[in-house]
Each structure stands twice: as C-alpha cells, then as structure tokens.
C-alpha cells in the first residue's frame, strides 16, 4: 500500500500563495494518477485537481481553475499544488491521494491544514 505525506499547509492572508507537497512511498507502483482533495468544516471532500502519472494530464475543479497548479516529479514520486491568489473559501484540509484509472482513490495521506484569512 502506497503511503502519501503531505506538507505546506499554514495560514496566509487572501490573495496569498501556499505550495503543498505529497510525497509518495512505500510501493513500486505508483498508481495511475494523484489527486489533491479539499474537505472544509461542516462540507464534503471534493477535488481539486489532479495529474497523471504517465502523460501528466491534469484536471482542475472549476473553483479553481486559474489560480492553482498540479505538478508532479515522477524520479522523486511527489506531487505538488501551488495555489495562488487565495481566497477565504479555499480554507479547509488538504488531502492528497494515489488514484485508480477510474480515478477513484485508493490512498490518502493524513491531510494539511490551509486556513486563508481575509
């Protein structure tokens, strides 16, 4: 089983920029992709973005299209997310996870706290 470790997280004041870093460990295969999940207090996780493995295709939630940006190095099995222009709504934890082609995820790391103050 793939071990994911996010890092990065903190408070910054909106319109700020954070970078949040996963790292992935523990199995040979990577998976198929990685995703960056977000979980605000009192709502559901959604996604945020994602990147292939392969070909680096990426996917971005609408909310965030613009401002954030999936990288990832596959020599040191890590993902990252530079989020820029941050607003008040993007507080919440941050969660990275290894995922299957149906880009169902199949591990997550134990999350990363973004609170943005406006």
């Known amino acids: 089983q793939v071990q994911l470790a996010e890092s990065g997280g903190g408070l910054v004041q909106a319109g700020g920029s954070l970078r949040l870093s996963c790292a992935a460990s523990g199995r040979t295969s990577r998976g198929y992709a990685m995703g960056w999940f977000r979980q605000a207090p009192g709502k559901e996780r959604e996604s945020v973005a994602r990147i292939t493995w392969g070909w680096g295709n990426t996917y971005y939630a609408s909310s965030v299209k613009g401002r954030f940006t999936i990288s990832r190095d596959n020599a040191k099995n890590t993902v990252w997310l530079q989020m820029n222009s941050l607003k008040s709504e993007d507080t919440g934890v941050y969660y990275c996870?290894?995922?299957?082609?149906?880009?169902?995820?199949?591990?997550w790391g134990q999350g990363t706290q973004v609170t943005v103050s406006s």
């Open positions: 996870a290894s995922l299957a082609r149906d880009w169902s995820p199949e591990g």
